[in-house]
Every structure is written in structure tokens, then in C-alpha cells.
């Protein structure tokens, strides 16, 4: 199973920093099997959850390289040998990795599960392939908005931050996104060459669309993206996917569009062609958790 970077320490160090903690299993002197969570407590309740900027986390299994059957049997085990050790919580909420379909051991835990989405290009080879592809009128908006707009990198995390909280107010989304969160997690990317920031601006030095993007050794997720609802009609957002999404075909990544469940931006990302891809949300909430809830008390996220 591949690991995402929002599973890897020092990601989750940058964005939950002395807040967040682990599970682990060990088989012969060696890690095959972690699973990493935030804990917030409020009301005297705990809950296990998944920090801010990690759209997916949950279990990270190493491939036990046995057949099919085994497989399924090792990574059963695993499970139900990490769900056992995490510690006592009032409630559990986290969005797992697409590489783990099976949530049958959650289920005999006592979890509850819910489908979520995303868009995916597993292989971009070959990128002329993928252009060819792409929804006939999305095509002629790229086009168009190469000519009108410039995609340059960035450093201007504060840019990032005003534009998304105008792009969540927008969508009526309440901004969860701390400012200083994002900087530290785009800090982190530059010393590992694992992220970027890239903007679109027309000539008058207009920024209309910005992007932070992240990558690791398999996968580059489209994390987080605004825009400026004054220049809509001007292709800028697909723009900038188009741009990020030729980097991961140069550095031979899959890419990730971290899809919303919001239906015109599930229209929009649609577009591009890639495949629809399913991830589990997965939850658990104890008896004295919803007798509070029941009291107006206890809802955290």
C-alpha cells in the first residue's frame, strides 16, 4: 500500500505540530503497518481525527507481497490489530487513503463508513492521450486563457490564504483553514521539493486563480485552490490544473484532483477525464458522546 504525505511525519509534524500521535506494528524487527490521528478534546470528550490540510489519512499497510487470499488475510489482521490498540476516544472520524478498499474490519469494530469521491489519473503516459481527452469545451477554454494569462510560482502564502477564504465564502463553506497551518505546511514542501504554489495573472497583474499543490513518490494532490470569482469566464483554474498536471506527468506521478463533493466543482473537475474514484469516510461515536449530543453538547468535528 503506498504511503500518501499526509501520512508521512514531517507533513503531519507541519500541520499538527506536538498534536498529533500514532499506532504501529511491528513483525520481525520491522514497521508494517501505522496509523496516524489527531486528538482534540472538548467537553471532557475525546475525539480522533485527522489534522487540518490532511484530506485523507487512516492506515498505512506495507504490501506483504503473499497471494491474493493471504493478502486479504494479512491485511485483515493488521487492522484489527491497529484499531485495537488506539487509545479510548468518545468519538472517531477519518477519510482514508483510495489505495485501502477493504473496510470490512472497521464494520466488525463497530464503525460506520460513507462513500466520498475524488478524480484520479492513475497513469498520465501518454500526456497528448490525456489533452485528447479532455470535455471538447474545456480544451477551448484552455486555450484561451494560455493566451490571456501567465502561470508563474509563488511564494505568497498570505495571497493563498485571501483568495481561498474568498473561494470557501463563496461555495457558503465555512473557512477552516488556518493561515498559519498553510504556511508551515508550504515551508515544509520547499525543504523537501514536495510542493508549490502557482498563480494565474493576466497583463495587469491581476492574480484570477490560485493553487497549492503537493506531491509525493507516487501520487500529486491538488490540495487546496481559489479563485477570484470576478474573472470566472476566464479559464484561470483549469489553467493551473492543466500546468500542474504536466509536472506530474514529467516527474511520472499519478495525480490526484482531491475532488469535491460540491456539485459544480464535481462538474467542473469531471472535465478533465480522469477516473472517478471512490475512498471511505469512516466514523464512531461512543454511547456517552450521543447522550451529550442529544443535550445541545459535544459536537466537535
Excluded at 497471494?67 to 476516544?89: M, N, S, V, W, Y
Excluded at 468519538?91 to 466488525?108: E, M
Excluded at 491581476?206 to 499543490?213: E, G, K
Excluded at 500529486?220 to 474573472?231: E, I, P
Aim: net charge positive; glycine share 6%; with cysteine.
Amino acid at each position: 500500500m503506498r504511503e500518501m504525505i499526509f501520512q508521512l511525519p514531517w507533513w503531519l509534524d507541519a500541520v499538527a505540530p506536538h498534536a498529533w500521535d500514532e499506532v504501529q506494528l511491528h513483525e520481525g524487527g520491522q514497521l508494517v503497518a501505522r496509523w496516524p490521528f489527531q486528538c482534540r478534546a472538548r467537553y471532557g470528550l475525546r475525539t480522533l481525527t485527522q489534522p487540518m490540510l490532511c484530506p485523507r489519512l487512516g492506515p498505512w499497510l506495507a504490501d506483504p507481497g503473499e497471494r491474493q487470499g493471504r493478502h486479504l488475510a494479512q491485511h485483515k489482521e493488521r487492522l484489527c490489530t491497529l484499531i485495537d490498540r488506539l487509545p479510548p476516544f468518545d468519538r472517531f472520524a477519518q477519510s482514508f487513503s483510495t489505495d485501502l478498499g477493504n473496510w470490512l474490519p472497521f464494520y466488525w469494530r463497530g464503525f460506520s463508513q460513507t462513500t466520498h469521491y475524488t478524480y484520479r489519473f492513475e497513469s498520465l503516459d501518454p500526456l497528448d492521450q490525456v489533452r485528447r481527452d479532455l470535455k471538447k469545451g474545456l480544451r477551448s477554454d484552455l486555450s484561451r486563457a494560455a493566451k490571456q494569462l501567465e502561470v508563474r510560482e509563488s511564494d505568497d502564502v498570505e495571497q493563498l490564504c485571501r483568495i481561498l477564504q474568498q473561494t470557501y465564502q463563496h461555495h457558503a463553506t465555512p473557512f477552516a483553514l488556518r493561515p498559519q497551518v498553510i504556511e508551515r505546511a508550504y515551508r515544509a514542501c520547499q525543504q523537501r521539493q514536495a510542493g508549490r504554489i502557482l498563480i494565474a495573472v493576466d497583463e495587469q497583474e491581476r492574480v484570477h486563480a490560485v493553487d497549492f499543490y503537493v506531491w509525493d513518490d507516487h501520487c500529486m494532490y491538488a490540495l487546496a485552490r481559489g479563485r477570484d470569482f470576478r474573472f470566472r469566464n476566464a479559464g484561470a483554474p483549469g489553467l493551473l490544473l492543466w500546468h500542474e498536471i504536466e509536472h506530474a506527468a514529467r516527474l511520472g506521478l499519478a495525480f490526484d484532483f482531491h475532488g469535491s463533493m460540491i456539485e459544480s466543482v464535481e462538474s467542473f473537475l469531471r472535465g478533465f477525464g480522469a477516473h472517478l474514484t471512490p475512498y471511505s469516510r469512516v466514523t464512531k461515536t461512543s454511547g456517552r458522546r450521543r447522550a451529550l449530543e442529544a443535550l445541545g453538547l459535544g459536537r466537535t468535528s
